[in-house]
């Protein structure tokens, strides 16, 4: 089972990969191309990333592959410094540091990665060094540059892609960059996607959403790792909503045993994401996860007593990405199914019983009357 993992197959993702290769095809035909990915964390954007940078490096192409970090410390360009550093001591080192040898003692006081950018080289010059490394590389072979988590990227290195792209429009250079759409982004986000949205105005920057994977996507990934467990397929989909990192991280997890396919990792992701919520806010999505079916406005509210606060904390839970908007209920439902489960999962005896009493005194309402299977409903909140 361990030995699949790291080999397993992109599903789903045709049409993406796609418009990917595309880009690619722009980029060895001398013109430069850029292209944003943008999606949930875990959809999926660092896998289609490697199977494109995967064709790259076997057509011949040079790669310089490096992420921003969630640290507000972190070295300026420190994404494309790292990058060029990786690869320099790469089996490919020596033929690139032959080709950058005008800029080999710049290069050496930049790779050191201090937090900051000190003298003798200033900002502007490192952006204009790091602006020359690129087209150099980029009139040896076509050049591959992948900055991931742009989300977290430090003005700099926005700025160098800005620069880049204003630049650069007729070399072998594709640059790709990958954008967590998380809710309650952080100001460096803004940062970020104000840049993207500036840079769209040029006729060779696309962006491309990374939806989640469909059920039938699900399902093909499920029968490839494992084909004689269908059974996995309908846990996998509830549990994921697509979502390819927890459709992975629960298939293995079932797969190697757990009758629950909730590993720790999964669970621990859902908990971060819960202590950052106010009393109010987690005190609604408690209720949310106990629904058991659809969920209006309404019935939250008279199972949670209503007033203002739950407005105030249904806002908090949406804009932290926890609770979503059912359009069909005209009401609520929690994220995915792996929310659901840990949410539930960790409510105390007391509270599960209160909350179920809520719902079934809810529900026993005349207006309650005309949800659809209200019946099944009232049956599992007394039981």
């Known amino acids: 089972m361990t030995e699949r993992w790291p080999l397993r197959p992109l599903v789903g993702r045709e049409d993406v990969l796609g418009e990917l290769e595309a880009t690619l095809e722009s980029a060895r035909q001398g013109r430069m191309a850029t292209v944003f990915l943008s999606g949930d964390p875990g959809v999926g954007k660092t896998r289609l990333v490697q199977e494109l940078v995967g064709r790259a490096e ?30 320099l001591r790469s089996p490919r080192g020596r033929e690139v540091r032959a080709v950058l040898e005008p800029w080999s003692d710049q290069l050496d006081d930049l790779l050191v990665l201090r937090s900051a950018v000190a003298e003798p080289l200033a900002r502007v010059q490192t952006l204009e060094l790091l602006h020359r490394v690129v087209l150099r590389l980029a009139l040896e072979s076509l050049l591959v540059l992948v900055v991931e988590d ?57 962006s491309l959403e ?22 996995l397929v309908e846990l996998v989909w509830m549990r994921s909503a697509g979502n390819a990192f927890i459709a992975e991280e629960t298939l293995r997890a079932a797969a190697d045993g757990d009758p629950t396919g909730l590993p720790t990792t999964l669970r621990e992701l859902v908990l971060s994401r819960l202590e950052r919520l106010s009393a109010p806010a987690l005190r609604t999505v408690r209720a949310v996860a106990l629904a058991d079916g659809p969920l209006p406005h309404r019935l939250l509210d008279a199972v949670l007593g209503g007033g203002p606060w739950l407005l105030d904390a249904l806002r908090e839970s949406v804009d932290a990405g926890v609770v979503v908007v059912d359009e069909a209920a005209d009401g609520y439902r929690l994220r995915h199914g792996l929310m659901t489960d840990v949410v539930v999962g960790e409510l105390l005896p007391g509270e599960r019983v209160d909350l179920h009493a809520r ?14 299977g209200v019946d099944a409903r009232l049956a599992h909140h007394w039981h």
Do not use: K
């Open 150 to 206: 742009v989300q977290w990227a430090d003005r700099s290195t926005l700025d160098l892609i800005a620069y880049l792209v204003a630049n650069l429009p007729d070399e072998q250079l594709l640059l790709v960059g990958t954008r967590r759409t998380e809710p309650g982004a952080s100001g460096r986000d803004s940062a970020a996607r104000t840049v993207i949205r500036e840079l769209a105005r040029h006729r060779q920057v696309r």
């Open 359 to 372: 719902y079934a005194a809810a529900l026993g309402s005349t207006w309650a009357r005309e949800l659809p």
């Open 210 to 231: 990374v939806p989640p994977l469909r059920r039938e996507a699900v399902a093909e990934l499920v029968t490839t790792a494992e084909p004689d467990r269908p059974d």
């Open 58 to 87: 076997r057509s011949g192409a040079l790669v310089l592959a490096g992420a921003a970090t969630d640290i507000a410390e972190s070295p300026p360009f420190w994404p494309v410094a790292s990058a060029l550093r990786t690869l």
